[in-house]
């Protein structure tokens, strides 16, 4: 086993192989495939790998991606173009497909010179959709940027068949980004500022940091990476939250007043905030507003199931929940603002509102909203996603089984799996008698 471990080794560092080979997912299934075949197994040659062995590789993958594009026929499929820039300042926009069967790759493209030229995006955009099929496009899914914005409307307006949606972690961003502003909620800057002079105290500092870790905070960190750069802030300040006794007895400790720190220019600010009941009470007032957001913005940043059917009632509930911590209507009145300014003029969608009355762990609830806005969404999905105005006719009067709980949507079966199954396969297990609204629901959940 040993020497097995040793010649493995060697291989890697004679090829100088990064260690992180070793968490590739054919790491152990090579040696299993190898293993299988016994002592008589003969390592393929150079020739081989770069010549049959990748052919077979290329040709599997190639099949792979059929498969899933032929699954863009029945749910459906999301483009989503993200924008960076590299290390040469070159503007990029990378082009990719989601499904739930997977997410492909399908291009890279220079829009160096042309990011801020909504024509040029559009022209771009439009050759993408043809190369996926208009007919299997659900959502164009693009940042908020005033060209991007232009182009995707643009695109939507000339296909009519799809939505074009801003990404809704870039505008959650936004809003965190929002409340942050000086010119807006002085007190809430003021108070980020003070928390990042903490931290950046302590853990600039290797042997104090060492000491927080070792003797007061049991290992917990200050800083923690978030989704987002301004989840990050917020994120932050509720870990110094968390240990804020830890904190003050550092700061109070032999330990802390009898070392070298005490005569860093920071010292005797960072101890005055930290003893400050005020700035405690503030970062708690910070928490009240930017929890129950961070917690949406974590759910649209989830990478294992699809979040149409949810973002609509998880942003109601994020206002709610600001409201309820809040108390009274002049406070949270101005975070709603803000709220809403990106939600109902940007974000919303009439996707989300059809994904909210699709699902059935939520539109079977006491607490569903009957808000005609969200029928209103659900008949603009209907219209656009739905060409042939025969079969617009049957999902219509489909519907009334779903609100009734009619047929299957009855069973005893149905009824507990609402919440039990995720929506998608709700449809598929229980929506057969309504086979046009059963397609509908899938391609707008998933």
Known sequence: MDRADMTVGMLCYD????FNVANSPFWQP??????????????????????????????????????????WRYTGCSIMADGWTDTKQRSLINFLVYCPKGVIFLKSVDASGIVKNADELYNIFEKIIGEVNPEYVVQFVTDSEPSYKAAGK?????????????????CL???????????????IANTIERARTITKFIYNLGSLLNLMRKKFTGGKELCRPAATRFATNFISIQSLVLNRKALQQMFVSDEYSTSRFVQHPLSEGVVSTVLDK???????????????LVRVLRLVDRQYRPTMGYLYEAMDK??????????RKSDYNPIWRIIDQRWDRQLHSPLHAAGYFL???????????????????????????????????LITNQI????????????KLAIRNRTKLGPVAWWNQFGGDVEELQTFAIRILS
């Open 30 to 71: 090579m040696f299993d495939a190898v293993n299988a075949v016994g002592s008589g197994y003969k390592a393929p040659t150079y020739h081989a790998l770069r010549g049959p062995i990748l052919k077979n590789t290329m040709d599997e993958v190639n099949n792979y991606l059929e498969e899933i594009k032929m699954s």
């Open 318 to 327: 994020a206002k709610e929940n600001i409201k309820e911590r809040l108390k």
């Open 154 to 170: 643009r695109l939507e307006a000339a296909f009519g068949t799809f939505f074009w949606t801003p990404c809704a972690a870039h």
């Open 15 to 18: 090829a100088n192989l990064p």
């Open 400 to 411: 009334e089984d779903y609100r009734e709980a009619k047929g299957m949507f009855g069973m």
């Open 173 to 187: 961003d936004l809003i965190l980004e929002h409340l942050c502003k000086p010119t807006v909620f002085p007190h």
């Open 278 to 292: 005020s700035f405690w009470d503030q970062c708690k007032y910070i928490l009240n507003i930017s929890e129950p």
């Open 359 to 393: 699902n059935p762990a939520l539109f079977f609830t006491p607490t569903f909203s009957r808000h005609s806005k969200v029928t209103r969404g659900l008949l603009a999905c209907i219209s656009r996603l739905v060409p042939d105005e025969g079969t617009q006719d």
